[in-house]
């Protein structure tokens, strides 16, 4: 934690016990609260917020932009011949300068030009530092004395705090929403690029894909073949096997733990369920490759059957047991909160406990249940290292789960892996595959949501 931070942490804290302070001496004293028209907390936390958040607008501006005209500042300083160096040369020699300065090793040979250029960097450091401190004592000073002379009994103070509070919560969710539109909006442009330079038609309804091209035209493969069906199908075909894994088991499970379990039982199946959430992703995918897929194999030659030793079906096996705790625990959740004047109904109305389950708590849980579902869908589709371990980089357009495939997300990886040109085709590919994706899973939610909204209509 910077000195900064920390700086303003304590005149925050300070803020509030001189406004809880002042507030109850404005009334004569702790007996004569009454006459405030907030609690005392509420003149506390309306001081602390006039000097906590100017004092963080500060910090981070200052963070934004320090880096930037420091860097400038290096660069004046240099000598002549170095200030002309190509960009690519002068970052690295900037990138010396600060190694050098916060004592760390440097690339290249110091020399005396460098040793003064990071002598000079720590001097301006601890100047912008010492300005950043007086910057934010002298702003807090000044709004936080004017804060605190307009604390009086008549002030209302609660409202005033909850307004701030408000308005912090609005500018989050506008952050949130801007952040995602800025996401959109960057995979849309790098795809249109890729469109003016590979047909949109082919890339959507193609056949092959291969992104190698070759660095002069009249080298073998220099246009690639961008067809994205081979993607979608492996996509498609581990989700679906994923799936059928995950939802029978999850949901089964979530029925059981929270209809028929003892509660005993339950404390201690749930847990030890979702541990399987937290292993990470490349445990099962060695688990995939060194375990499972050769006992498929196996098993498949026993049964007169070819298959491959990175298959569709080895990844979405192990990928609907990764899956599980998403749809289990939350279906448990779902259905643990419906009503139990709902289930004590139907056993009135002469119904056993299945149909009870069946015809009356699965309905009222359904939207919950579905929410858990496209969560698991989501984690499935967007899956990566167990795809790559036990599936392979194989673009095949195939239905047979006992073959070889890959995904989408794993050739978005493959594109952005090594030293590329950003302007390429092959590079700019994976936005499209990127764009595309979103547009499924965007349709899927909006599909979801359309169906739940209907059968909950129907079943109210």
Known sequence: MSVAVLLVILLGLSAFYLGHARAVRTVGGAHSIRRLHSLPAYYGWYLALWVILPAGAVLLLWGLFQETALTAWITASLPAQQQALPAAELGLL???????AAGNITAGQVTPEIQAAAAQLQQWQQTATLARIAVILALTSLIGSLAWRAIQPEMRARNR??????????????????????????????????????????????????????????????????????????????????????VPIGLMSAIYLSEYAHPRLRQVAKPVLEVLAGVPTVVYGFFAALTLAPLLRGLGESLGLEVASESALAAGLVMGVMIIPFI?????????????????ASFGLGATRSETIRQVVLPAALPGIMGGVLLAVSRAIGETMIVVMAA???????????????TVTVQIVTLLVGDQEFDSAKTLAAFALGLLLF?????LNIVALKIVRRYREHYE
């Open 328 to 344: 289990s625990s939350l279906s448990d959740d779902v259905i643990s909160a419906v009503p139990q004047a709902l289930r004590d």
């Open 161 to 246: 705090v909850e307004w701030i509070v408000q308005a912090l919560l609005i500018l989050s969710s506008s952050i949130a929403v801007l952040t995602t539109v800025g996401i959109v909006l960057s995979v849309l442009f790098e795809s249109i690029r890729f469109f003016h330079k590979i047909p949109i038609t082919d890339f959507l309804f193609g056949l092959d894909w291969s992104p190698q091209t070759a660095l002069r035209s009249d080298q073998v493969g220099a246009s690639g073949a961008f067809g994205a069906i081979p993607l979608l199908a492996g996509t498609l075909l581990i989700s679906g096997v994923a799936m059928l894994v995950a």
């Open 439 to 443: 547009v499924i899973t965007l349709a």
């Open 392 to 406: 392979g980089l194989s673009a095949k357009l195939t239905a047979n789960p006992l073959e070889a495939v890959t």
């Open 94 to 100: 900037i990138n010396d300068i600060r190694n050098l």
